[in-house]
T-cell receptor, first 112, second 111 residues
Framework: AQSVTQPDIHITVSEGASLELRCNYS??????LFWYVQSPGQGLQLLLK??????LVQGIKGFEAEFKRSQSSFNLRKPSVHWSDAAEYFCAVEAGSYQLTFGKGTKLSVIP | DADVTQTPRNRITKTGKRIMLECSQT?????MYWYRQDPGLGLRLIYY???????NKGEISDGYSVSRQAQAKFSLSLESAIPNQTALYFC??????????FGPGTRLTVL
């Protein structure tokens, strides 16, 4: 069965600094990969997804993610963080079963 | 209007009570899902349905049941609620690209 690891439970960055959230997955082939964001008290919003093709994908709100097959990773990046980016971020994989497996999430705090 | 709606948004109930959480969608998707979210555990799949006649157990289905009344409606029931079912519950739908779209969640507290 597939699994998803988000190694960082909580990350704090200063506003304007760059951000990278890590995601590693375990699966025999290339899965579909997703990043979702959950603001406090809200549902999950899709940031971006990777199915195939270009390994660098662009998403909403200035986020991007890079799929690295050799590292089984799909890290999320943003060059300059805004205070409104404070939220919890979830990486997820879909490995051919129409079901998503989620990581446990990374909470992002932003210092003004 | 939201594409995926959940009712109620918040519910407090007592141990042993039966409770139903409802989900409706206007996206026209066949696939629907119920998840629970607990702090530090991410989202875990309870049940999923690929159409009105196809319902499947997820990772943590014990203590829960579902009903797919129509393509647009998927309800989750707790027949006899217990305190460890206190959680945030999400409904989701998915399109042909397997992208899932989530409702706003129902916060359930079982006393």
């Amino acid at each position: 069965a597939q699994s998803v690891t988000q190694p960082d439970i909580h990350i704090t960055v200063s506003e304007g600094a760059s951000l990278e959230l890590r995601c590693n997955y375990s699966y025999g082939a290339t899965p579909y990969l997703f990043w979702y964001v959950q603001s406090p008290g809200q549902g999950l919003q899709l940031l971006l997804k990777y199915f195939s093709g270009d390994t660098l994908v662009q998403g909403i709100k200035g986020f991007e993610a890079e799929f690295k097959r050799s590292q089984s990773s799909f890290n999320l990046r943003k060059p300059s963080v805004h205070w409104s980016d404070a939220a919890e971020y979830f990486c997820a994989v879909e490995a051919g079963s129409y079901q998503l497996t989620f990581g446990k999430g990374t909470k992002l705090s932003v210092i003004p | 209007d939201a594409d995926v709606t959940q009712t109620p948004r918040n519910r407090i109930t007592k141990t042993g009570k039966r409770i139903m959480l409802e989900c409706s969608q206007t996206k026209g998707h066949d696939r629907m899902y119920w998840y629970r979210q607990d702090p530090g555990l991410g989202l875990r799949l309870i049940y999923y349905s690929f159409d009105v006649k196809d319902i499947n157990k997820g990772e943590i289905s014990d203590g829960y049941s579902v009903s797919r009344q129509a393509q647009a409606k998927f309800s989750l029931s707790l027949e006899s609620a217990i305190p460890n079912q206190t959680a945030l519950y999400f409904c989701a739908t998915s399109d042909a690209t397997d992208t899932q779209y989530f409702g706003p969640g129902t916060r359930l507290t079982v006393l």
